[in-house]
């Protein structure tokens, strides 16, 4: 008798892009270690996956639209919302997924620019900050949760800045070598 894992529910990561049914890591032959259990879907389209070791982190683009609905949903915000601090801090823990991830997204971009480039300099200190911000515990407050959609604001501001940088540094190499 041979284990067959359990099926999974495909995971939908940006742009409706899913991981394979089997949990095999795109354009690898690995495969995703099984989870425990799998747990019923949230909705129709979407389900947390336990991927403790980040495979799936690097492979699809962030959904970005998503997050930017919501920092600028909670940037405008009234004093008091009106929100349970359940509620408040669910959302507050969104945004601090979304902070993780573009975070890992601004280390990538910086990491395709040359050590001495300016933007890396900059990127290693955003980076910090971020770091800082996010080893605070969130809390169940409408400042904590404006100062995580901030800080994701800001964090999309500086990979489009890399992602210029590197796009205009590949055009300089193209024209000179």
Known sequence: MTY?????????RGEGRTTPEWGQVPGTSRRLLPTPA???????AHIALYDPEGHLDGEFPLDRASHER????????PADPGLRPADLEQITLLLTGAAHAVADDVRHAAGQLTDGHTARTLAAAV????????????????ACAQGRARLVRTLYEHLDHLTLDFLSSLDLQ????
Not at 70 to 77: D, Q, S
């Open 127 to 142: 980076l910090a900050e971020a770091r800082h911000r996010l080893a605070a515990a969130p809390q169940d407050t409408v």
């Open 70 to 77: 919501i920092f600028k949903a909670v940037l405008g915000w």
């Open 4 to 12: 067959r894992p359990p099926p999974r529910y495909p995971v939908t």
């Open 38 to 44: 799998p747990a019923p879907p949230l909705s129709s």
């Open 174 to 177: 193209s024209r000179h070598g």
